[in-house]
């Protein structure tokens, strides 16, 4: 087989092992219908620590619109709060609740099965030499 095609067929295989263990993860813990676009969402409102929606915007390149109907939707699933900013009541912090918290610690972990699944065969040569390569990509 190519090279690049063992490239794009052992892509495919991780995305869909990661679709699987994240699927059955956030099935048990009734995460199931959460989308990958609001994973990102959430992903992105721990990383930043309270942004505001017009952060949150400018980070993921999109517009204030889209930020607040994706952010409404979280806020009625109980995985996203908003509070006044202390020092500008027009402005609004975002940040997880306990349950968005639970849900970005559960797709963390689930992150982290899968790495110790892909290194589990591996020497300590090879997941050097792996980490270099991904370190390139990335």
Do not use: C, W
């Amino acid at each position: 087989m190519e090279k690049k095609a063992i490239v794009l067929n052992t892509v495919e295989m991780i995305s869909q092992l990661m679709g699987e263990l994240e699927s059955k993860a956030f099935e048990a813990e009734g995460f199931s219908g959460i989308t990958l676009r609001q994973m990102f969402y959430l992903e992105t409102i721990a990383l930043l620590e309270k942004p505001t929606f017009s952060d949150l915007a400018e980070h993921l390149q999109v517009t204030p619109p889209s930020v607040s109907a994706i952010v409404k939707k979280l806020i009625r699933l109980g995985l996203v709060s908003k509070q006044q900013a202390p020092d500008d009541g027009r402005m609004y912090l975002l940040s997880l609740t306990e349950r968005g918290l639970h849900f970005n610690n559960l797709h963390n972990e689930v992150h982290r099965i899968l790495a110790k699944r892909i290194i589990q065969n591996l020497t300590e040569e090879e997941i050097e030499e792996l980490a270099e390569l991904l370190s390139k990509i990335t």
